[in-house]
């Protein structure tokens, strides 16, 4: 009896494997030639992340990939240095950190108590870059990466309307399923009603990947605890690590990472 649930499950499975490529195919072929121009951002996986966020819609899977492929080649994401974003950097507001999660998936920290410039346009090239890098930075195997989002600092004059609306545009249109987990730490009470005002901003489906965390609630330890080597996590964030960040060691591993990410046309 195991015996044949076992084989149903693999039956079901490859089943489901090849209804997906043949999505997969019916996309590509949809396409057509501009597939070409960009062999990354139209390979199975890549593929497959976009009808997942257009819930296996072929047409509007289409359009949304058509949409990224001209931004990409208008916009140059993979071309953008780490000098010319270094200055958005400077305070630690967003930045890689040096670990992942237990998953293997990358983790990118970010405090927006720490915003330093005023430019939307300015934050949202650093915003890119970082999802480049980050993007870059996955270990074979692995689309998804993880945000740790630090409230330490953070007000109401901290982020804009304006610019949360553009990082929903620009993350949920160019870059969709990268998503694996947003952690919200430490988050004041007032942020539960900026919550409220930005929530529609975002698809149910990413939505449904925020936890707010606190470093006084134990089951938000344990979840912590779950998810990363305490040993490795910042003590800022409840972990054992007492480096912070320097921007100007952060700059050289960037530069070194640009040199990798420009070798290749693109990330996606």
Request: charged share 25%; net charge neutral.
């Amino acid at each position: 009896m195991a015996s044949d649930k076992l084989q149903s499950s693999v039956v079901d499975k490859t089943s489901q494997n090849d209804e997906q490529q043949v999505k997969v195919n019916k996309v590509r072929e949809m396409i057509g030639s501009t597939a070409n121009e960009l062999p990354t951002l139209f390979s199975d996986a890549s593929i497959l992340r976009y009808l997942r966020a257009r819930k296996w819609n072929t047409k509007k899977t289409c359009q949304m990939l058509r949409e990224t492929a001209k931004w990409r080649m208008e916009y140059k994401p993979e071309q953008i240095c780490w000098d010319e974003i270094a200055h958005e950097a400077e305070t630690g507001k967003t930045y890689r950190s040096n670990y992942p999660d237990k998953y293997g998936r990358t983790v990118l920290v970010m405090r927006p108590g720490l915003q330093n410039t005023y430019s939307t346009s300015g934050q949202m090239k650093f915003l890119v870059y970082c999802m480049e890098n980050a993007i870059m930075n996955l270990p074979p195997g692995e689309e998804q990466m993880v945000w740790i989002i630090d409230f330490q600092g953070w007000n109401m004059s901290s982020v804009s309307i304006k610019t949360t609306r553009e990082t929903a545009r620009i993350l949920q249109d160019h870059y969709p399923e990268r998503l694996g987990q947003a952690i919200l730490y430490n988050p004041p009470k007032i942020f539960e009603s900026f919550w409220m005002l930005v929530k529609p901003y975002f698809e149910a489906r990413t939505s449904s990947k925020i936890k707010f965390v606190y470093s006084n609630d134990p089951e938000s330890q344990k979840f912590m605890e779950g998810l990363f080597d305490m040993e490795k996590l910042e003590s800022a964030l409840g972990g054992q690590n007492p480096k912070v960040f320097d921007c100007k060691e952060y700059g050289e591993t960037m530069r070194e990472d640009d040199k990798k990410i420009h070798s290749i046309s693109s990330v996606q």
